[in-house]
Each structure stands twice: as structure tokens, then as C-alpha cells.
């Protein structure tokens, strides 16, 4: 059965800084891997996906994720962090073999200070 | 843009009520989900369906059914709501198994 683990709480970091938010996966197969962001009391608002090709991913509000299959590892990132950045995120994974449901973390909540 | 709809941003019922959620999509999407959200616990998939008329258990199916006449329209029935049902819903839809799922705004439900 696939899974994810996203071992971080909650992220501390300065606007202006780079920040990381880090997700590990298990799953049957190739993985289909996907970042979402929560603000508070709103649904979650896709920000980008892994399916194959290029390692690095770019998606929505400048974040990026490196796709790292050795270490079977997902991690988001933001060059630049913003205050408006400060949300609830998760990251899921799906697996091409047979009919997989999507699973989800636990979250990570990032908090940018100014 | 895809938009999904879901009928209430906040309910308060009482233990024991029938609580029926709903969620609209326009993307003519295939499948549709039902998940529910909880601090520490991330989001637990209910019910699912991949076409009108059809339905899956999710991995926490219990106390819960569901609807889906419509292609566009699925429901979420707490057929007798408990205190234990308590938390926001999410509703979301993709075009086929493998696609990005788009969610909808949530339900926060609180059962008294």
C-alpha cells in the first residue's frame, strides 16, 4: 500500500529566504506525486504534480519540487519565501499499478515571518 | 477553470440527525471524492465514485453513505450524525484515476 510521510509539523522560515518542505513516499510503481496548499478555512488548491520527465517540477506561485527516486523524495520548494506564503501543505502520492487511491500526509504548516 | 461547489460552508446538527452534504462539479469530471479532514490526521478518503450510479468505500467508510445520480452531483449522507463525525469535509473531483483532483471549499460540519 502506498504512503507518504511529511516529517515536519510545521516550517519557520524569514521572507526573503528559501524554504523547504519536505515529503517521502512508498508506493506500487511508477508514483504520480502532488503538492497542495490549504488557507485557512478554504479547500486545497492544487500546486503541481510529478508524472514522469524532468526531476524538477514548477507550478503555481513560483514553488518547484525536486522528484528524487533513490530517496524516494518529493520536496517543495520556493527560492524566496513570502508572508503570504504561510498556509497548511500536503503532499500526496498515487501509484500507476492497478487502481490506487491517492494518498494524503499529515500536512506541514509553514509560517513565514517578515 | 474547474469549479467544485459544495452546498454549506458551516453546519451545526444534532446527534442522531440525517445530515446530507452536497457537491457539484462543471468539468464534467468521471470521478468524484468525499474525504474528511481532521488536525494530526491529514485527509481520509470516505467514498468515492468513477461514474454516475457507482460508488467505492474509501478507507473510512463507516457511519457514512452515499449519492451520485448525476455525473455532476455527489452526495455524502451521515444517515445518523454523532459527535465523532465532527470535522470538515472535503469534496473533489478528477477527469480520470490518475488525474489531479480539485477540491472544493469544504464543509465544516460540527455535530452537537
Known amino acids: 500500500a502506498q504512503s507518504v510521510a511529511q516529517p515536519e509539523d510545521q516550517v519557520n522560515v524569514a521572507e526573503g529566504n528559501p524554504l523547504t518542505v519536505k515529503c517521502t513516499y512508498s508506493?506500487?510503481?511508477?508514483?504520480?506525486l502532488f503538492w497542495y496548499v490549504q488557507y485557512p478555512n478554504r479547500g486545497l488548491q492544487f500546486l503541481l504534480k510529478?508524472?514522469?520527465?524532468?526531476?524538477l517540477v514548477k507550478g503555481s506561485y513560483g514553488f518547484e519540487a525536486e522528484f528524487n527516486k533513490s530517496q524516494t523524495s518529493f520536496h517543495l520548494k520556493k527560492p524566496s519565501a513570502l508572508v503570504s506564503d504561510s498556509a497548511l501543505y500536503f503532499c500526496?502520492?498515487?501509484?500507476?499499478?492497478?487502481?490506487?487511491?491517492?494518498?494524503f500526509g499529515t500536512g506541514t504548516r509553514l509560517l513565514v515571518s517578515p | 477553470d474547474v469549479k467544485v461547489t459544495q452546498s454549506s460552508r458551516y453546519l451545526v446538527k444534532r446527534t442522531g440527525e440525517k445530515v446530507f452534504l452536497e457537491c457539484v462539479q462543471d468539468?464534467?469530471?468521471?470521478?468524484m471524492f468525499w474525504y474528511r479532514q481532521d488536525p494530526g490526521l491529514g485527509l481520509r478518503l470516505i467514498y468515492f465514485?468513477?461514474?454516475?450510479?457507482?460508488?467505492e468505500k474509501g478507507d473510512i467508510p463507516e457511519g457514512y453513505s452515499v449519492s451520485r445520480e448525476k455525473k455532476e452531483r455527489f452526495s455524502l449522507i451521515l444517515e445518523s450524525a454523532s459527535t465523532n463525525q465532527t470535522s470538515m469535509y472535503l469534496c473533489?473531483?478528477?477527469?480520470?484515476?490518475?488525474?489531479?483532483?480539485?477540491f472544493g471549499p469544504g464543509t465544516r460540519l460540527l455535530v452537537l
Open positions: 473533489a473531483s478528477s477527469f480520470q484515476g490518475l488525474e489531479t483532483q480539485y
Open positions: 508506493v506500487s510503481g511508477n508514483p504520480y
Open positions: 510529478y508524472i514522469t520527465g524532468d526531476n
Open positions: 500526496a502520492v498515487t501509484g500507476d499499478t492497478g487502481f490506487q487511491k491517492l494518498v
Open positions: 468539468m464534467d469530471h468521471e470521478n
Open positions: 465514485s468513477y461514474d454516475v450510479k457507482m460508488k
